[in-house]
C-alpha cells in the first residue's frame, strides 16, 4: 500500500530555515487571524489527502464493510445479547473488524494531496464570511500512515483463514466497552475466542499469540473520522456513517435494496 505522496517531512514546509515562519505565511497567517491567533501548519505531513482512485477503492471498501456485517450478524452469541449490547459492540468494534478485513482482502490504496483553493482567494473572501472557515473532512498525511503502518503490520504476521476468524470473535466481544449490561458474558466469550486462537499450532513461531494482540490492538487506536472520512465519506455524502451501520445491522438479509450513490471518478 502507498500513500502517494512523500512519507517523511524533515522540516515544516511553512517555516523558514531558522525554524521561524516564513516571511510570506507569516503575513498571510496575521490576515486570517488578527491578534496573533494560533497558526496552522502547512507542512507536507499535516496537509489533506484523498483516495487516488475513489471509484475503485470505495467499491472494495463497501464489500469489505458488507462482509464485516455480515459476519456480526451471524454470530449466534451475538444476537443472544441485549440489543443495547448489541449496538455498543457494533459501534466499538466495527472500525478494527473492518480494517482486519482489509488486511485478509489485501485491499490497497493510494492517496494525493487534497486540492484546496488558493490562501490568497481565502484571504480575499474572508470578510464574506466574518474569518469563518468551512471544517474539512479530509485526513491528513500522518494519519493515513500511521493507518499504512497497523495494516502492514498484520499483513506480515500472514494470518491464517483460523486465525481471522477467531481473531474477529476476539475484537467483537470486547467487554472493556463502557455501558454494557452483559459484560461478564461477553468478557467469556472474548477468552473463548482468544483461547482457541492461542491453541493454533504455530511450529517455531513462539510468542505468536502475544504479537498478535498487540497488532489488534493498534487497530483499535485508529480513529472511526479517519476510516469513516476516507473510505466513505465520498459515497455517504454526510449521512451518518453510526446510523447507516445500525440499519445495515438490522436489515434484512440481501442489503443494500438499493445501489449506494455513483462513486466519483
Keep these: 500500500m502507498s500513500s502517494g505522496v512523500d512519507t517523511e517531512c524533515e522540516r515544516c514546509q511553512c517555516q523558514g530555515k531558522d525554524r521561524h515562519p516564513a516571511i510570506l505565511y507569516t503575513l498571510l497567517s496575521q490576515e486570517r487571524h488578527p491578534g496573533g491567533a494560533r497558526q496552522r501548519c502547512l507542512?507536507?505531513?499535516?496537509r489533506t489527502v484523498c483516495l487516488r482512485s475513489p471509484h475503485l477503492t470505495c467499491r472494495a471498501?463497501?464489500?469489505?464493510?458488507?462482509?464485516?456485517?455480515?459476519f456480526v450478524r451471524n454470530v449466534a452469541a451475538f444476537h443472544l445479547l441485549p440489543r443495547e449490547d448489541q449496538l455498543l459492540l457494533l459501534d466499538g468494534c466495527w472500525v478494527?473488524?473492518?480494517?482486519l478485513g482489509l488486511v485478509q482482502g489485501m485491499v490497497t490504496f493510494e492517496v494525493m494531496e487534497a486540492p484546496a483553493p488558493s490562501m490568497l482567494?481565502?484571504?480575499?473572501?474572508?470578510?464574506?464570511?466574518?474569518?469563518q472557515e468551512p471544517q474539512g473532512t479530509q485526513p491528513t498525511l500522518a494519519?493515513?500512515?500511521?493507518?499504512?503502518?497497523?495494516?502492514?503490520?498484520?499483513?506480515?504476521?500472514?494470518?491464517?483463514?483460523?486465525?481471522?476468524?477467531?481473531?474477529?470473535?476476539?475484537?467483537?466481544?470486547?467487554?472493556?466497552?463502557?455501558?454494557?449490561?452483559?459484560?461478564?458474558?461477553?468478557?467469556?466469550?472474548?477468552?473463548?475466542?482468544?483461547?482457541?486462537?492461542?491453541?493454533?499450532?504455530?511450529?517455531?513461531?513462539?510468542g505468536r499469540f502475544?504479537?498478535?494482540?498487540?497488532?489488534?490492538?493498534?487497530?483499535?487506536?485508529?480513529?472511526?473520522?479517519?476510516?469513516?472520512?476516507?473510505?466513505?465519506?465520498?459515497?455517504?455524502?454526510?449521512?451518518?456513517m453510526g446510523e447507516l451501520l445500525v440499519e445495515m445491522l438490522l436489515e434484512a438479509p440481501g442489503w443494500p435494496r438499493a445501489p449506494w450513490p455513483p462513486l466519483p471518478r
Design 61 to 70: 471498501a463497501s464489500d469489505v464493510l458488507l462482509r464485516t456485517i455480515s
Design 121 to 131: 482567494k481565502k484571504i480575499l473572501l474572508s470578510g464574506q464570511s466574518k474569518g
Design 210 to 240: 502475544c504479537r498478535i494482540l498487540r497488532v489488534t490492538a493498534s487497530l483499535r487506536s485508529v480513529p472511526a473520522a479517519l476510516v469513516t472520512d476516507l473510505f466513505f465519506r465520498p459515497v455517504i455524502g454526510d449521512a451518518d
Design 96 to 99: 478494527p473488524l473492518f480494517l
Design 43 to 46: 507542512c507536507r505531513q499535516h
Design 143 to 206: 494519519a493515513v500512515q500511521r493507518l499504512q503502518w497497523c495494516l502492514n503490520s498484520f499483513w506480515r504476521l500472514d494470518l491464517s483463514p483460523n486465525e481471522y476468524t477467531y481473531l474477529r470473535g476476539a475484537i467483537l466481544f470486547n467487554p472493556d466497552i463502557p455501558g454494557l449490561k452483559a459484560p461478564g458474558y461477553i468478557e467469556s466469550l472474548q477468552r473463548e475466542a482468544q483461547r482457541a486462537l492461542r491453541e493454533l499450532p504455530h511450529p517455531g513461531e513462539q
